[in-house]
């Protein structure tokens, strides 16, 4: 039977009623108490980290965790967090980098409604959870989700309200879960032969600035005086705007002088971008060596740079580090 650690981080799974709305109050030992049937297929103990609402997550919360992942890793074969939905997906994201090369599940769940209503996804979630972390080919970050496996970079919340939450983006469901059985459609453990991998430090000074028609590129210069990076989500495949101006070009030129990383991304959720397509994003990517972020998701963007930046400054390890595929966050590069 095997060892499971259930960590406690708060989110709408511990959230019971006040006066002010839904808080994060239940503790992870209160949680776990929603599903004794699982003492059937594993051993789970339980450790609070945080009970804060997910909205308030910050870079110092995921090394938190890892922290603990670390400090626990050689006591059990597998890791389960009880977190909240809104910023799911950059700290399994952010997990993703801060833990390489794990041959131990680490699982990342939450709710829509807390473990405590008699209508929730919570006891599901959490169950499945503990499920498929027992499982013998489960290995690496992911995201479980009303019975979705969803790699840790892959992720995306994209309903508000709905108990079908998350998506994959541009890539497969890892397993599914239904009725007690773990259907797994990617078999990949064996190829996992690396030592396991913590990182204690994350540069939190990336920005993101997503474009919309008519802004000007002084809100880029703003942003240079106070990050080290930036993203900039543009529209479609990717480019930049050409105005007679020509700001744009300027800024981002102003960026690369400084020694500070531009990465280009699209808007669009589905299929990645590709600035070799039109002249707006050809041009300037050959021109200012731009990073691209093909068909990353946002949160493994941003989560990937902060891990990045805190490792070097080095423009060409920057460059190497940012097109290595961690995680299955990285496919497809022109």
């Not at 967090?81 to 599940?105: E, F, V, W």
């Not at 050409?242 to 959720?269: L, N, P, R």
Request: with cysteine; glycine share 6%.
């Amino acid at each position: 039977m095997k060892k499971i650690l259930m960590l406690g981080t708060g989110g709408t799974i511990a959230c019971k009623r006040s006066d002010q709305g839904l808080k994060p109050l239940l503790t992870s030992d209160e949680i776990l108490s929603y599903v004794p049937e699982t003492a059937s297929f594993c051993q789970a103990d339980s450790l609070q980290i945080l009970n804060i609402d997910s909205t308030n997550m910050q870079p110092d919360h995921w090394l938190a965790m890892a922290e603990a992942i670390e400090t626990h890793y050689n006591d059990y074969d597998g890791f389960v967090i009880c977190h909240g939905t809104d910023t799911m997906a950059y700290t399994a994201s952010a997990l993703s980098y801060l833990i390489q090369n794990s041959r131990k599940p680490i699982v990342i769940t939450g709710a829509q409604r807390p473990i405590d209503m008699e209508n929730t996804d919570a006891r599901t979630n959490l169950s499945d959870s503990l499920r498929f972390a027992s499982q013998e080919k489960a290995h690496g970050v992911t995201i479980v989700f009303d019975g979705k496996v969803i790699a840790g970079t892959r992720g995306k919340k994209e309903r508000s309200k709905s108990y079908n939450a998350f998506s994959s983006i541009n890539f497969p469901y890892i397993a599914t879960v239904q009725d007690g059985q773990v259907l797994f459609y990617l078999d990949d453990k064996a190829a996992c032969s690396r030592q396991v991998q913590f990182f204690r430090t994350l540069n939190p000074r990336v920005a993101l600035m997503k474009l919309i028609p008519s802004m000007g590129s002084d809100v880029l210069d703003y942003l240079a005086e106070h990050y080290d990076a930036v993203i900039i989500e543009s529209f479609g495949v990717g480019g930049l705007p050409s105005y007679d101006t020509g700001d744009f070009y300027k800024s981002v030129e102003a960026w690369i002088s400084h020694g500070k990383t531009v990465v280009m991304a699209t808007q669009v959720t589905n299929e990645g971008s590709n600035m070799s397509v039109y002249e707006v994003g050809h041009s300037i990517k050959k021109e200012l060596g731009l990073l691209e972020a093909y068909d990353m998701t946002l949160e493994a963007t941003v989560t990937k740079l902060m891990w990045i930046l805190g490792q070097t400054q080095d423009r060409e390890e920057i460059r190497e580090l940012f097109y290595r595929t961690i995680n299955r966050d990285i496919l497809w590069q022109v």
